[in-house]
């Protein structure tokens, strides 16, 4: 079992790809998975994350809050203005603009932590940066949605935030509460948790890329041109940020990577709850779910070879 969930966990990247291919040539296998099934799916990758974080990781933001503020402020400044600004200049059909400002102003990605680990990053640094990102988004993600996208669209700012409390920041009080009483259990359960996360992201990218595969297929290359600019400014704005402020390298890497990868299957699940007259807005979480797995893994080894 443990060889499994090493190769599940090292080809991730190669994974998710596979699966959003085989979604896409053959949606109508794969349709009869209602869209319902998101919410709960990245309930439990929160659940996941939650099992493997800890009071003592949320020290870091009391003993060095200004480098996990500095990570959090370029998180929900970067990603939500690059999202709007290449919305603008690409003149995306409101549906798609709508679906990448969603992307753009979640919190952190939950495989940051790996890639930054993998980067030889400042790990510590990172993991702070998720937690904290994390606990301010059922505010900052509904608000800055509404500032970016509410001439466009309607946007339910309270239901918003209702949504990410149950969705994400419920799941991970559970886990920690798993982990302060369940210890042991929690022991033995971590070290598969890398491969159920990916297991459970590549049901989500099913999901969304099967039931939305004809108007994929008809504008995909433009939105995930979109998609890619939109992570790879991300990751070198952060990096940017960092060598700006004169910080250390892993620092830096810690940050660029934090802020390039995005919660997309937030992003998804947002769009599917609160956006569902507009089909194609959860497109765009899709494609960065698929893509930043594959950009991630490359940035780690371009980060990890010692690469300014």
């Not at 799916?41 to 800890?54: N, Q």
């Not at 929900?76 to 603009?97: G, I, R």
């Not at 301010?136 to 996208?149: I, K």
Request: glycine share 8%; aromatic share 8%; net charge positive.
């Amino acid at each position: 079992m443990k060889a499994i969930c090493d190769f599940i966990s090292k080809w991730m990247a190669l994974l998710v790809l596979l699966v959003a291919g085989l979604a896409l040539l053959k949606p109508d296998t794969f349709a009869f998975i209602d869209t319902w099934y998101i919410n709960p799916i990245l309930g439990l990758i929160m659940f996941g994350m939650g099992l493997t974080l800890s009071l003592q990781d949320f020290r870091i933001v009391f003993s060095n809050p200004k480098d996990v503020l500095t990570g959090c402020l370029a998180q929900f400044t970067v990603m939500p203005l690059l999202a709007w600004l290449l919305a603008k200049a690409f003149a995306l059909p409101d549906e798609l603009a709508l679906g990448v400002m969603l992307v753009g102003c979640c919190p952190g990605g939950t495989s940051s932590n790996v890639i930054t680990y993998l980067a030889k990053g400042d790990l510590a640094l990172s993991v702070g940066m998720t937690a904290t990102s994390t606990v301010l988004a059922p505010l900052l993600t509904p608000l800055l949605v509404w500032l970016l996208a509410g001439t466009m669209v309607d946007v339910d700012t309270l239901g918003m935030l209702m949504s990410i409390l149950y969705v994400v920041i419920a799941p991970i009080a559970g886990g920690l509460i798993c982990q302060r009483y369940l210890p042991k259990l929690t022991e033995k359960i971590v070290p598969y948790l890398p491969a159920f996360s990916t297991l459970m992201i590549m049901m989500v990218v099913l999901i969304v890329v099967s039931h939305n595969a004809a108007k994929l297929l008809t504008g995909g290359l433009l939105i995930v041109l979109v998609v890619m600019l939109h992570n790879l400014l991300g990751y070198a704005i952060g990096y940017l940020i960092g060598r700006l402020l004169k910080l250390s390298k892993p620092k830096r890497v810690a940050i660029s990577v934090e802020v390039g990868m995005q919660n997309s299957g937030l992003a998804s699940s947002l769009a599917v709850l609160h956006f569902a007259s507009y089909p194609l807005a959860t497109i765009p979480g899709a494609v960065f779910s698929v893509w930043h797995n594959i950009s991630g893994a490359l940035m780690a080894k371009w980060y990890g070879k010692g690469m300014e």
